[in-house]
Nanobody, 116 residues
Framework: QVQLVESGGGLVQPGGSLGLSCAAF????????MGWYRQALGKERELVAS???????IYADSVKGRFTLSRDNAKNTVYLQMNSLKPEDTGVYYC??????????WGKGTLVTVSS
C-alpha cells in the first residue's frame, strides 16, 4: 500500500504560476513511476506528466514548455511546477504512483483554478 499526500493548488490568474507536490509513503518498489493527472469538469481524467525513478519524464502536449516535473527519490516526492497557466489548465489534479507492473495509487486530488 502507498499513501499519497498532495499539497499546492489554488486560484491563480492566467499567466501565473503554481506548484504542486506529492509525497508518497510506502514501498519504493511501488513508486517507480510518479506523476500527475488532471480532470476538468465534464471531461475524462488525462495524464499531465509522469517521471520514472531514473528521471525520464513525459508530458502532455498541452503542457510542454510550461510545466516541469521533478522528483526527489530520497523523499519519495514528486513536484509539478506550472508556469504560464491558462484557463484550460483548470481542473482537479491527482497524484499517481505505481510500480513497473503494480497497481496504481491515487491521491485525493487538489483543485487548480486559473481565472481572472
Amino acid at each position: 500500500q502507498v499513501q499519497l499526500v498532495e499539497s499546492g493548488g489554488g486560484l491563480v490568474q492566467p499567466g501565473g504560476s503554481l506548484g504542486l507536490s506529492c509525497a508518497a509513503f510506502g514501498s519504493s518498489m511501488d513508486m517507480n513511476v510518479m506523476g500527475w493527472y488532471r480532470q476538468a469538469l465534464g471531461k475524462e481524467r488525462e495524464l499531465v506528466a509522469s517521471i520514472t525513478s531514473s528521471f525520464s519524464a513525459i508530458y502532455a502536449d498541452s503542457v510542454k514548455g510550461r510545466f516541469t516535473l521533478s522528483r526527489d527519490n530520497a523523499k519519495n516526492t514528486v513536484y509539478l511546477q506550472m508556469n504560464s497557466l491558462k484557463p484550460e489548465d483548470t481542473g482537479v489534479y491527482y497524484c499517481n504512483v505505481h510500480g513497473w507492473s503494480g497497481p496504481d495509487y491515487w491521491g485525493k486530488g487538489t483543485l487548480v483554478t486559473v481565472s481572472s
